[in-house]
Structure formats: structure tokens, C-alpha cells
């Protein structure tokens, strides 16, 4: 059995109990669950996330762990300190190792081939070897890789609305002006 109740302090319904009545300095929403004849009291500043609802879309329903799983798979296939700007630069078609290293300077030449090898691992890019001797490659984006331009589009465009802010926001802070 569950109760809430506007409780002001201190409460009648403690005196002659073995549970030591709440000090409340102004009247607070409580909520009084009975089990197994112990009385549990909550302020509403817990954190009730195991509440499960009746299945409908609500805020307060939680993700699906199928969901979430794809979700994480996604993110990690994604996260990297230079994936998003090796995508980014192959947007513009098949580049070579050293051009690609170039271009995202100052990647070091480790770096950069243990993040190629994880985007080629997760199917996002290609490697082609073009020569033998010397061994040149070149690296382009997969079908899955082009699939994800109308997101780059969408970040982009959120990083133009709300760029600018962050960074002044940022200069600010460096300055000490946002600080109060």
C-alpha cells in the first residue's frame, strides 16, 4: 500500500511508533509505502528509475535494451578520436594513405592506421591496394559509410546553429567572463 500525502513536521503519525519522526522544516510531498508492516518514507528526491509503466510511449518509460545495444554498436563503430574526421575527409572520394595523413595533420602514422583498420573492421571503409612495390593504398567509403551522409548533413547544421554559441561560451569562460 502506497500513500502521499502533504506532511507537515512533525508528523502525529509517528508518536508512539519505534520510527523516529522526520524533522521537516516546511510541509513536503511524502510518500508512504507499508511492506511487510515496515514503513519506508520517500521525499520524491529518489531516483525511481526501476518504475516500469504499462508499455506505452511515455518520458518516463524506459529505452528498450534491444534498442540501446544497436544504439551502443552504433556509437562505437563511430567514436574514436579521429573516425568522424577520417569519414569526413573520404567524403570526397578515394584518398591515399599519405594524402589522408596529410590532410588530417597532426594524426600520427599509428594512430591513423589503427583507426582504419576499425572503420574497415565495422564495413564503413574500403582498402584498395593499388601497387605492389611500392605498396601504395588507398582508402574509400563503403555503401553503409555514404549511408550516413544525411547525418553528417544534420551535424553539421547543428554545429552551425549552436557552434557559434558553444565557443563563445567557451571564450568566455577562458576569460573568466561567464563565471558568477
Known amino acids: ?3 502521499t500525502v502533504l506532511m507537515p513536521s512533525p508528523s502525529p503519525w ?3 511508533s519505534d520510527v ?3 524533522t521537516l522544516h516546511r510541509p513536503h510531498l511524502v ?5 511487510a508492516s515496515r514503513m519506508k518514507i520517500e521525499t520524491g528526491m529518489e531516483n ?20 540501446l545495444l544497436e544504439f551502443k554498436h552504433a556509437i562505437h563503430a563511430l567514436s574514436g578520436k579521429w573516425k568522424l574526421e577520417i569519414l569526413f575527409t573520404l567524403m570526397n572520394g578515394g ?3 599519405g594524402a589522408l595523413r596529410r ?6 602514422q599509428h594512430m591513423l592506421t589503427a583507426q582504419l583498420r576499425e572503420l574497415e573492421r565495422d564495413g564503413l571503409i574500403a582498402r584498395k591496394v593499388l601497387t605492389e612495390k611500392p605498396l601504395q593504398v588507398a582508402y574509400e567509403l563503403t555503401d553503409s559509410a555514404w549511408s550516413l551522409t544525411p547525418a553528417f548533413r544534420e551535424l553539421l547544421a547543428w554545429s552551425k546553429t ?8 567557451a571564450g568566455e569562460t577562458q576569460l573568466g567572463i561567464g563565471i558568477g
Open 103 to 108: 590532410a588530417l595533420a597532426p594524426i600520427t
Open 162 to 169: 549552436f557552434g557559434a554559441r558553444r565557443s563563445a561560451v
Open 95 to 97: 584518398v591515399r594513405f
Open 14 to 16: 509517528f508518536s508512539g
Open 31 to 35: 510518500t508512504i509505502s507499508v511492506r
Open 1 to 3: 500500500m502506497t500513500k
Open 48 to 67: 525511481n528509475t526501476s518504475d516500469l509503466c504499462d508499455g506505452g510511449d511515455c518520458e518516463s518509460c524506459p529505452t528498450d535494451p534491444a534498442l
Open 20 to 22: 523516529a519522526p522526520l
